[in-house]
């Protein structure tokens, strides 16, 4: 028995070899080099143009090694630039003053209202707090880590819209600094977590000389968990947990207003930098995020059929035989 070998079809390009040597074509070939050679490379720019396209439409798993590196060095470099930019405060004060004057007069100022009422008890804002600190990176982290074990196909561009939208978001940050409502002069607002002792803010208490305090357009609370809340309705099977994706962002919401840490329009900031993180990705891999395969194609190829060598000999040596 021979070793195993994938089944070749060698005689046909020798036989084209063998009929293309005709007589008194040399000089003719000669001439004819320039287009083999243009055809060689379209050729070779086509092979590569498909590759490209099947990366995009199939993108490989990434190493687990290079993904912690890589959200670990850009969790930083985007602390570190959101935090470096100049707080204004004056400016600061002057934009939160002209977005609440804007909602009263669209009648959805309802904010402080919504902030002295979940004040009032005592354990639901405590928890909002803790929320606040806690679930915006816990949940994003978990949901990273879901895509990346159960939709390999999808991991990158989806990870791509969450790099995208917070890369918008330092936009935003630089240009438009703006007051959360907490920190409103003449506000009339409360800051929970420091009335109630609890630690809800980077911006607040200890922590508050190492963060920048003006960086509240747009939240990037309500564009991270909007991301998180239509990764799981879309790609979750159970339907109770799909709900539980689209009442995520709407809790977020609900915390972000009840905490005063952000207005109504930071929230609309937020769904509008993630619009733009989709179409990045759309535009990166030609197809919206949620309709690349789940699993890579590299991943699921199908090794190739192997036979014993003399299986792939002619049958009239096993006829003489």
């Known amino acids: 028995m021979g070793e195993p070998t994938k089944i070749q079809h060698g005689r046909a390009p020798r036989a084209e070899a063998a009929r293309g040597d ?70 600061a004060q002057k934009h939160a003053r002209w977005i609440w004057d804007l909602e009263q007069s669209l009648g959805i100022a309802v904010e402080r209202s919504i902030n002295h009422a979940a004040d009032s008890v005592g354990w639901l804002i405590t928890g909002m707090n803790y929320y606040y600190a ?60 420091k009335v109630h002792g609890t630690w809800g803010s980077m911006a607040s208490g200890p922590a508050a000389h190492v963060s920048n305090q003006y960086a509240a357009m747009p939240s990037m609370h309500i564009g991270w968990s909007m991301w998180c809340g239509l990764a799981i309705f879309y790609l979750a099977r159970r ?50 995020v949620y309709k690349l395969p789940q699993v890579p194609a590299r991943e699921t190829a199908e090794e190739p059929i192997t036979v014993p060598e003399q299986w792939s000999e002619p049958a009239v040596s096993s006829a003489r035989r």
């Open 22 to 91: 005709g007589s008194g074509a040399r000089p003719a070939s000669s001439a004819r080099l320039p287009d083999g050679a243009a055809r060689a490379t379209q050729s070779r720019v086509a092979a590569l143009r498909g590759r490209i396209r099947d990366q995009r439409r199939s993108p490989a798993r990434p190493k687990i090694w290079f993904e912690l590196a890589l959200i670990g060095i850009s969790y930083w470099v985007y602390s570190i630039i959101r935090n470096a930019v100049p707080e204004q405060a004056s400016i």
């Open 134 to 193: 806690t679930l915006h990176f816990v949940v994003t982290i978990g949901v990273l880590v879901w895509l990346y074990r159960r939709h390999p196909g999808r991991y990158v561009a989806a990870r791509t819209v969450l790099f995208a939208t917070t890369a918008i978001a330092l936009v935003g940050f630089f240009f438009f600094p703006l007051a959360p409502p907490r920190l409103m002069t003449d506000g009339g607002f409360i800051d929970t977590v």
């Open 239 to 288: 339907t109770w947990v799909r709900v539980l994706g689209l009442l995520y962002p709407l809790a977020t919401l609900t915390v972000i207003v009840s905490t005063a840490n952000h207005f109504w329009m930071d929230a609309v900031g937020g769904v509008l930098c993630l619009g733009v993180g989709f179409l990045t990705a759309r535009w990166m891999y030609h197809s919206w």
